[in-house]
């Protein structure tokens, strides 16, 4: 596991925080399209991830790459996370690492 | 599927008064059908069978005729039946019924009412009417109609045969007693419009010894306990008056009431310092409402308990008034009633009573409850808006019991939780939850059920309350009505918090405090849950020979030792099994993130672990020794993350204690929920260090503002070693300092509290600063220079 650029777990609020920094964020495929994938992230914003995934595609999705905008991102990786998952979960997940637990993460 | 026997049939059969289908057709019940042969003629069967009436049986011969009934099953154990053709006749000194044609109304039914073997002795109380022989008479005398089919024996000739000395003195009694009986009114109808024979009849008035020819059945006995202990004196003849219940009072004198049995208890016995002895008693309800409890001790128990039946009417007559037990008796009224041996309780029927209801209620809407005291025993009557499954519960003493929770809506607005214990579970809540499972919503009454307090109130049942669903009554149509129209939507304020099951469950905790907390020293064991992984199982021995025998609906499961021979001995059984059962018993090591133990999981857990039966691993191991199968079964129950609920008790081995843990139960870890108890007890943990701060977390419901990101930039803080508690006071400080960002209130967050960027207080993070938002006016009152400008500031601060 390479793990020299780590990235930080982000939902839609927490992008803009990290833009031009390597993220990682959990999204629900909405619509896929030709060179990019529209996803709702874990707090319900649109998402655009730039790139493309090899099919097939699940319903949720990891993506980790690069934060271009405060809702874009360049994907690098692609992560299919299965057909259930529990977004709200996730969401606490992303607003723990980024507050309080902050030094536990990066 | 109500169905009436005839009351009385076999005491009026008995005493000669019906002697065939002439008299009366009763309805019976046959509570017993035995094959005899007969002695005459051995190579034919007959069939004795035993007829009841609900509350006497007696012997009966089945004709031949009719042998097919019961061979092809039509007549059976617990059959009702009509006999249209039959005949009591005396057949060696006793009464036989004789059946030659019968109707089987119902070919399976369970035993109505207890019938106790009906003795002439014991003709008194409910079938004092018996007695009265000269009921002969009765028949016009009694101007009602009746449901009862009292038939007059009309037999006379018959009757002759039987008379003796003592019957004629019987009849003195008989005579004496049966006037009162014989009070047009309520005691008994003899009133018989179907017996529809001409026969003559004589008035009962004129003529008592002309019955006596009447009696053949009193056959040489002693006169009934009734009236034994008070021999042949003139009696006051005069007819009972009849008062309500509400008008009885210790001053009242002879009095009689006139009410139907709404509640009867069991039998109970009991010791107390003056000796032993056995009580029982019953709740009256007469036509004005009132409600009084009558109850019987010793001797007097015995006699009356067989007779009382919950739902008939009786005639009660000199008993004891006594202040009423309240906490015992809920009954709305000031005094119960005793009765002794000079009491009397007579039986009488419906048609000039049918004015007393059945039940009466006094029912309080749910509104009302939430005003008035804990433990006060009320009625209640509402929709059933939803109901959960039964739960087992351990009580106090440790037994288990049921318990099955619901929530009742009514007109008020309001619902209220209502909690069945025991038996009410099973019986009525099932049914309820049948009924609201197929999308309908019954009226449930509740009579004398307890108001509980805990997260507001709730009504729980007692011992003596009762359930009625879909009751007929007037308020349940009212409450369907408005249910129908606006209840469904109408929210309802629960008064009763919802409270999810049991004080027991699901107490998480981390296998490390179960040293910490020294869990299972006090003198009950604990019970606990854990999430933790399975590392390491000890596969030899992991299961046990046990007794396959089953003692009542549990098995014995002990451990059996082999007898040499393949076969299996049980001490505690004391048989000999050949085949004995496989049941786990596994040790297992179980690690949390904070420490490890080792637990013993039995038979339930260890085959929802394992994933197979016992017997089929011991199969694989020893029989087919399949070494590799095993290894890898074994292999895969270890590293699988469990939630397991522990029953953590300590026991003494020999000169030590250890504590020891049994897995009560195994399920696998849903992430999901776990992850979501996982960030409540934070939560909870959060708040608790914040308590001193009126702010209540939110849950991190605030979304990240415009700030945070000059926080973001800010780099990493430096975690300090400033004392959770002391951060408060730091945070105080360090504001008037315009929160430099060194302020040591950002420090302990390695124990996990948290720390607010911005405005250094603790109990939240900048994401949710209140200071952030509009700082409301409750945070003013946290300290006088928190309410003011401090956001802005801080943000110019960077």
Known sequence: MDTTSPAVFVNGALLRRYIGQKVRAVIQVIRSEIGSVVGKSTDDQQIVVKGSPQPPLTSYLEVIGIAESDNTIRAEVWTNFGDSFDAQNYNELCKLANGEFRHLFI | ?798
């Open chain 2, 1 to 798: 599927m109500e169905v009436s026997l005839t009351a009385g049939a076999i005491g009026k059969i008995m005493s000669g008064e019906v002697t065939s289908e002439n008299d009366m057709m009763p309805v019976l019940q046959v509570t017993d059908l035995k094959h005899v042969k007969a002695h005459q003629n051995p190579t034919s069967e007959r069939f004795r069978m035993v007829l009841s009436d609900g509350t006497h049986l007696h012997q009966g011969m089945l004709g031949a005729d009719l042998n097919n009934l019961v061979k092809d099953g039509s007549l059976q154990s617990g059959s009702i039946i009509r006999l249209t053709h039959f005949v009591g006749s005396i057949v060696q000194q006793r009464r036989i019924v004789i059946v030659m044609v019968l109707e089987v109304i119902k070919v399976k039914f369970d035993i109505i009412g207890n019938p106790v073997p009906i003795k002439p002795s014991d003709q008194r109380g409910t079938d004092s009417g018996i007695k009265l022989n000269t009921t002969g008479s009765e028949q016009q005398g009694r101007g009602e109609s009746s449901g009862v089919r009292q038939v007059i024996n009309t037999e006379t000739g018959r009757s002759n045969a039987a008379i003796s000395p003592q019957v004629v003195q019987r009849q003195v009694f008989g005579t004496g007693s049966s006037v009162p009986a014989s009070t047009p009114s309520s005691t008994r109808a003899y009133s018989n419009p179907s017996a529809g024979h001409g026969a003559p009849r004589q008035d009962y008035a004129r003529d008592p010894p002309t019955t006596y020819p009447r009696q053949p059945t009193y056959q040489p006995q002693p006169p009934p306990p009734m009236y034994a202990n008070r021999g042949p004196v003139a009696r006051n003849e005069a007819p009972p008056r009849i008062i309500p219940i509400n008008g009885l009072s210790p001053y009242s004198g002879r009095w009689t009431i006139k009410a139907r049995v709404t509640n009867k208890a069991e039998l109970r016995e009991y010791s107390n310092p003056r000796g032993q002895g056995k009580v029982f008693s019953f709740d009256l309800l007469d036509a004005d409402g009132g409600e009084i409890r009558v109850t019987c001790f010793n001797a007097v128990a015995d006699q009356f308990y067989d007779q009382i039946v919950v739902g008939n009417l009786y005639l009660v007559s000199r008993g004891s008034l006594r202040p009423a037990q309240k906490n015992f008796n809920h009954l709305p009224n000031d005094y119960e009633i005793t009765l002794d041996n000079a009491s009397t309780i007579q039986q009488c029927y419906e048609e000039d009573a049918g004015i007393i209801p059945h039940h009466q209620f006094h029912f309080r809407t749910v509104g009302d409850i939430e005003s008035m005291e804990t433990n006060s025993i009320i009625d209640v009557i509402g929709i059933v808006s939803s109901i959960s499954t039964t739960v087992a519960i351990m009580k106090k003493n440790g037994t288990e019991t049921q318990k099955r929770s619901l929530q009742l809506k009514d007109m008020s607005g309001r619902s209220v939780e209502v909690t069945m214990w025991g038996n009410f579970c099973n019986a009525e809540g099932q049914r309820l939850q049948n009924i609201c499972d197929s999308g309908g919503f019954p009226v449930l009454a509740v009579k004398a059920g307890r108001i509980s307090e805990f997260n507001g109130k709730a009504v729980s049942t007692i011992g003596s309350s009762k359930l009625f669903i879909d009751p007929d009554f007037v308020e349940a149509l009212k409450l369907k009505d408005w249910f129908e129209r606006e209840g469904k939507s109408v929210p309802c304020i629960s008064i009763s918090r919802e409270f999810s099951g049991s004080a027991r469950v699901d107490v998480r905790k981390t296998i490390s405090q179960i040293k910490d907390e020294k869990l299972g020293t006090s003198e009950k064991p604990d019970w606990i849950t854990v999430s933790a992984t399975i590392i390491y199982m000890k596969f030899d021995n992991f299961c046990y020979t046990a007794c396959p025998i089953m003692n009542g609906d549990r098995l014995c499961s002990k451990k059996v030792t082999s007898n040499g021979d393949g076969t299996w001995r049980c001490e505690k059984c004391d048989k000999n099994v050949d085949e004995c059962d496989y049941r786990y018993i596994l040790q297992l090591q179980i690690q949390d993130h904070t420490d490890i133990t080792w637990v013993t999981a039995f038979q339930e857990a260890g085959e929802e672990i394992m994933g197979m039966s016992a017997k089929d691993l011991y199969h694989v191991k020893y029989v087919n020794e399949e070494e590799e199968k095993f290894e890898s079964i074994i292999r895969k129950v270890a590293f699988t993350k469990y939630i397991l609920k522990l029953k953590v008790k300590e026991e003494t081995y020999g000169d030590e204690q250890r504590v020891k843990a049994t897995v009560v139960k195994v399920d696998k870890l849903n992430y999901s929920s776990d992850t979501k108890t996982i960030l409540d007890a934070m939560d909870k943990l959060r708040n608790r260090d914040a308590s001193s701060l009126p702010i209540k977390r939110e849950g991190s419901h605030h979304t990240v503002e415009v700030v945070n990101t000059s926080i973001g930039s800010a780099g990493t803080r430096d975690p300090s070693s400033v004392e959770r508690r002391d951060f408060g006071l730091h945070a105080h400080q360090s504001r008037q300092h315009g929160n430099q960002y060194s302020n040591g209130g950002s420090g302990p967050h390695g124990g996990g509290a948290t720390s607010c960027n911005v405005c250094g207080n603790s109990g939240h993070v900048s994401a949710n600063c209140p200071s952030v938002n509009e700082p409301q006016g409750q945070y003013r009152g946290t300290s006088g220079s928190y309410g003011g400008g401090l956001p802005r500031q801080h943000v110019g601060s960077y």
